[in-house]
């Protein structure tokens, strides 16, 4: 009988540090909806050098124990990031073993213009995603394009970016690449801002020539001190004709203003369940602001007696993911597009071993699974 090991969830925060060296660890926590109460899930210890993150330890809870599951160590030049270099621990050896890497390009007046995705299969590189970045003439990001890599390299998204005369960001778009052209359907992002220049909108729209169709509205809602309280995200419902909850972020703040705890929550019958809960009392530095929350959580299991998989992951977006499934010798085992939180892959040869996952969106995630 086969079993599978599951993977993680990615929660990506940006902080303020002012110290040289420094080692900070963030808790995560799980909600069990039969006990009711929350788990321990997972922490990362992050290690800075003179303010710049050179590690990251990401440890999975499992039977009272933290158990390893990767590491992250970033390379500079003269304070830019050039390299992102991530192991995965494997439990049968029990050592690390590289996984991934991230490639980071800049033009002469330093902005970033490529950063390139590879795998690491014994030893050797195979490219994987890289996005190509374009400026305008004032240094603000006008373009980035998303290619995958086929044996070539071939389109997959484009956004562009349009700015208003105070420099705020106010529409995004975002098209996909269909064969030999852009599709002509588009999706639409259009931010609007508070008095303060608080972001308080973003809606997404789906554009096919004249006819615009709603898809998602995040609000962003402030206390009265500025800080960010509330991140709520909503779907568009076309038999009711209104927006529907679906997702949100409760952000508490210390009396300082530093964010100390953001709770996760979806909708379930039409009320709030808890899903996540990260603290960062456990910061030797204090958190300053926290990016929009990215949980991340997909789980593979084999189907049809190991000639599909079935891919379950978190698209609060209703984005489009291109998923990729590899085995350890470096080999695709299958591969597709969804704009879902679910899909089955045709799958090759699923037999016991380590296999990896990548979903490429706007931002990539990765990860690994076993058949035992």
């Known amino acids: ?54 590690s990251e330890l990401l440890q999975v809870n499992e039977d009272s124990e933290w158990i390893n599951y990767n590491y992250k160590t970033y390379y500079y030049n003269n304070g830019q990031l050039i390299e992102e270099f991530e192991q995965y621990w494997d439990n049968l050896q029990l050592k690390w073993e590289d996984n991934y890497r991230k490639l ?11 950063i390139t995705h590879q795998n690491i299969y014994n030893g050797a590189y195979f490219n994987s995603t890289r996005e190509i970045m374009t400026y305008y003439p004032d240094g603000k990001l006008k373009e980035k394009d998303v290619q995958k890599f086929d044996e070539v390299w071939t389109n997959f998204l484009k956004y562009q970016y349009y700015y208003n005369a105070s420099d705020l960001l106010i529409e995004e778009n975002l098209a996909y690449w269909d064969e030999n052209s852009w599709d002509n359907a588009s999706f639409d992002f259009r931010y609007t801002y508070d008095e303060k220049g608080n972001l308080a909108e973003k809606v ?20 009265d001190n500025g800080r960010l309280e509330e991140h709520l995200i909503s779907v568009w419902n076309s038999w009711k004709n209104t927006w529907i909850n679906k997702d949100r972020a409760l952000y508490v703040n210390s ?77 695709l085992i299958g591969s597709a597009t969804t704009k879902k939180d679910e899909i089955s892959i045709a799958a090759v040869n699923m037999n016991k071993g380590l296999y990896f996952v990548e979903l490429q969106g706007s931002s990539l995630y990765s990860g690994k699974f076993s058949i035992e």
């Open 1 to 54: 009988m086969r079993s599978i090991c599951i993977t993680l969830l990615s929660v990506f925060v940006s902080i303020s540090v002012f110290s040289q060296i420094t080692t900070d660890t963030t808790y995560t926590n799980q909600w069990n909806t039969k006990a009711k109460a929350w788990e321990q899930f997972h922490r990362t210890i992050t290690s800075y050098n003179n303010s710049l993150v050179f």
């Open 104 to 114: 980071y390009s800049y033009n002469h007046v330093g902005n970033l213009v490529k």
């Open 204 to 223: 997404k729209t789906k554009k096919t020539g004249s006819k615009k169709k709603n898809i998602t509205k995040e609000e962003f809602n402030y206390g």
């Open 255 to 331: 009396l300082n203003g530093y964010v100390v705890s953001m709770l996760s929550q979806n909708t379930k019958r039409k009320e709030w369940i808890n899903y996540y809960f990260t603290e960062f009392s456990g910061k030797k530095e204090a958190v300053t602001g926290i990016e929009l929350v990215d949980n991340m959580a997909f789980s593979v299991y084999p189907t049809g007696f190991g000639n599909k998989a079935t891919v379950e992951f978190t698209n609060p977006y209703s984005e489009l993911y291109y998923i990729r499934i590899v085995n350890e010798e470096g080999q």
